[in-house]
Nanobody, 122 residues
Framework: QVQLAESGGGLVQPGGSLRLSCAAS????????MVWYRQAPGKQRELVAT???????NYADSVKGRFTVSRDNAKNGVYLQMNNLKPEDTAVYYC????????????????WGQGTQVTVSS
């Protein structure tokens, strides 16, 4: 089984910065991809940023140039550096990962974190 735990959310003023972290633990052979999603009140969950095992990244248009996703393969972690935050970035941010399990036939499993609240307000 694989668990994801996010941290780093909080309240920040417009124009400020936050760094979110997500740590994967459990029976992990390899991490295929790690993705940040967010969900604002009354809105659908949307993809924010993706990073693949080889380091390829992809971003939603709304965060390009402001957010940077990175990963630490040794720590099974992924990070989201968020700069120049705007009120519309307010949401619960979730970490998601496709992981090849280290047990048995090494199936690929999908895991979600519990989410961390980011609020951008003056």
């Amino acid at each position: 089984q694989v668990q994801l735990a996010e941290s780093g959310g909080g309240l920040v003023q417009p124009g400020g910065s936050l760094r979110l972290s997500c740590a994967a633990s459990g029976s992990i052979f390899s991490i295929i991809s790690m993705v940040w999603y967010r969900q604002a009140p009354g809105k659908q969950r949307e993809l924010v940023a993706t990073i693949l095992s080889g380091g390829t990244t992809n971003y939603a248009d709304s965060v390009k140039g402001r957010f940077t996703v990175s990963r630490d393969n040794a720590k099974n972690g992924v990070y989201l550096q968020m700069n120049n935050l705007k009120p519309e970035d307010t949401a619960v941010y979730y970490c998601n990962a496709y992981v090849q399990s280290a047990t048995g036939p090494r199936p690929i499993v999908n895991a979600w974190g519990q989410g961390t609240q980011v609020t951008v307000s003056s």
